[in-house]
């Protein structure tokens, strides 16, 4: 089922220049990057992202890394897009990573862990309002 999910390029990436790099992989993977913006994270807008982790020792370190860079949100467009980009970021510690995917290559830790991507459907679109309007998702 083509289904659309929500995917950030973190600071730790785009401080690298490795925009393409990982763009390369989302679309080697057979992802359509139909969306795609390079802003700056307000604070207020980083915790309210992450607002589902304000309680876990990391949030205040996790909202200060985002907004140190420009960030690039993307919406990614495909078949199982979800679960597939999930699967192409790799795990979320990039030790435990399996080899190819986005974590494995450039993450540089737990934290700096290069991209986020949504975790269901339902917090895709959820994910996707929070950063674009449907004339930004051009297809
Ligand atoms: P994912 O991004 O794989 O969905 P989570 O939703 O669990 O992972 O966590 C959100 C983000 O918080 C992670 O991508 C990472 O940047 C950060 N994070 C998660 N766990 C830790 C941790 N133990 N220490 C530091 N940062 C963490
Ligand atoms: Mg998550």
Do not use: C, W
């Amino acid at each position: 089922m083509t289904e659309r999910t929500f995917s950030i390029i973190k600071p730790d990436a785009t401080r690298r220049n490795l925009t393409g790099a990982v763009n390369a992989l989302i679309e080697g993977a057979g992802l359509r990057i139909v969306g795609q913006r390079r802003i700056r994270l307000t604070e207020d807008q980083a915790k309210k992202f992450y607002e589902v982790h304000a309680a876990r020792p990391f949030y205040n370190e996790l909202v200060s890394q985002m907004i140190a860079e420009p960030v690039v949100v993307q919406v990614l467009e495909g078949d199982n897009a979800v679960a597939r980009y999930r699967e192409v970021m790799g795990a979320t510690n990039p030790q435990e990573a399996a080899e190819g995917t986005i974590r494995k290559a450039f993450a540089l830790s737990i934290g700096e862990n290069s991209v986020h991507g949504s975790d269901s459907i339902e917090n895709a679109g959820i994910e996707i309002a929070q950063f674009f309007t449907a004339d930004q998702i051009p297809g």
